[in-house]
């Protein structure tokens, strides 16, 4: 099954990214960051629909949320 | 006796009763550590503490609450911005009215390179911008300024003084210590680029707690490295706030306790707030003009003060008379030299120290009535 994520800086810039994109309607499920995108490190990657992906993006940005993956497929 | 607690301007008490909860609620019933991992423990305690992070950016207007970092307290604050912005032949302005948390770091860096004027303040506080503006020099890189005095009262024009350092290209630094909570803040109207508070004093969060804002563009050089939850496979400090400047473990339940005194803050009302404490001011102001051997220091008006009012007694020391109104009468104020000898210096009470007498938003009127009172008694036997 494939999936779409983006991951960020830190477990608090997720949290902050869940709320924002909550308020702007934008669904998304935060998810353990998968382990072939992590490496060692531990942390939260927000799920959501492939379509969704640009606008979240866009919104997140223009609030001040630095991604490390702004918006990538993993194949599970 | 009972006690009237008027050094609100030390530190704040009480607090809201929703600040004793809210901690005593994190201790038995949270407790994980913030960012460390993805338990529930450690993700309801990254949640928290993110949530005073918001709310304090809503009190300040700030667009992106991870630009606030917490910190000890304000001095840690005031120490990153200036020690991790300023470099050799850089210039820093600073006013006269400054407190040692900003004034002792910055005579460190003076021995290492770092140029400082101290522009002089009016003896009732006030700085002049247009002295201000005539101290810029080219080196110039930040103006570091109190936004009220912890001695006076006396509140600076910080959004004028904000204009004319953006309008250069300078850094303006804000001491909010005395202001936070009792005064608007708002980082944006103001031109404000470094914004460091307290928790513990108008925010009614306990001690151990502070912080310090930093706008988009601008890069503090951390104090000190280590864990900070991300990156962690990294043996680099982390370049993004707030981690850049958050190592080790913070001070979780103090933030815990601040986010309710904040969120207390932005139920009553700044505006609210501010009001009672000018009531409680202007009585104690108007009442004291008359009392002989008793002198006030600061601005008359009201409004260009907060609530903090500094008197001396002819011929008294002024540990003395803050003394005999706690013996005597039960009234804790704070006597001497309040951790600012250049204030002292401009207001002419380096020798005897003021008594200050700074009342908050649980103190009533009665009460300032019982002082009035207390401080005619002291004086008298003068």
């Known amino acids: 099954m494939d999936m779409w994520v983006i991951t960020f800086l830190s477990v608090t810039h997720a949290l902050r990214a869940e709320k924002l994109l909550k308020n702007a309607k934008i669904s998304i499920t935060l998810i353990p960051i998968p382990r072939e995108l992590s490496g060692p490190c531990e942390g939260l990657a927000a799920q959501l629909q492939e379509e969704d992906i640009d606008q979240a993006v866009n919104f997140l940005e223009k609030n001040g949320i630095e991604m490390v993956r702004r918006g990538v497929k993993v194949s599970r | ?382």
Request: hydrophobic fraction near 40%; charge should be neutral.
């Open chain 2, 1 to 382: 006796m009972k006690r009237i607690y008027l050094d609100n301007a030390a530190t704040s008490w009480p607090k809201p009763e929703a600040v004793y909860t809210a901690i005593d609620h994190f201790n038995r019933n949270i407790g994980g550590n913030p960012g460390r991992g993805t338990t529930s423990f450690a993700l309801a305690s990254t949640g928290i503490v993110l949530e005073t992070r918001e709310l304090l950016a809503q009190l300040f207007n700030i667009s992106d609450p991870l630009r606030i970092a917490f910190t000890l307290n304000i001095t840690e604050a005031l120490n990153l911005a200036i020690k991790g912005t300023l470099l050799p032949g850089d210039h820093l302005i600073i006013s006269s009215m400054e407190h040692n948390a900003l004034v002792r770091p910055a005579f460190t860096l003076a021995e290492h390179g770092v140029e400082i004027t101290v522009i002089p303040c009016s003896s009732e506080g006030l700085l002049d911008t247009k002295t201000l503006v005539s101290a810029i020099k080219k080196n110039t890189r930040m103006v570091g300024l109190q936004h009220a005095s912890n001695v006076t009262g006396t509140i600076q024009p910080v959004a004028e003084v904000g204009q004319i350092c953006r309008e250069r290209g300078i850094l303006l630094l804000v001491d909010s210590a005395q202001s936070a909570g009792v005064l608007p803040i708002d980082v944006q109207r103001q031109y404000i680029d470094i914004l460091t508070f307290t928790g513990h004093k108008g925010l009614y969060g306990p001690q151990g707690t502070g912080g310090i804002y930093v706008r988009p563009g601008v890069a503090i050089t951390p104090l000190k490295e280590g864990g900070t939850g991300s990156r962690s496979q990294d043996t680099k400090q982390p370049q993004f706030m707030p981690d850049c400047l958050e190592s080790g473990t913070l001070n979780t339940p103090g933030i815990v306790g601040l986010g309710a005194g904040v969120r207390f803050v932005l139920e009553q009302g700044v505006a609210a707030i501010r009001l009672h404490e000018q009531k409680l001011m202007e009585f104690l102001w108007d009442n004291l003009a008359g009392v002989a051997k008793v002198k006030r220091y600061g601005v008359p008006a009201v409004e260009a003060r907060t609530a903090i009012l500094s008197f001396t007694v002819d011929g008294m020391d002024s540990a003395q008379v803050s003394l005999l109104l706690e013996k005597e009468f039960g009234i804790v104020t704070r006597g001497g030299l309040h951790c600012t000898p250049l204030a002292h210096q401009t207001i002419g009470t380096l020798e005897q120290g003021t008594c200050r007498l700074s009342p908050g938003f649980f103190n009533t009127e009665q009460e300032m009535e019982a002082v009035l009172t207390a401080i005619v008694t002291i004086a008298g036997k003068a």
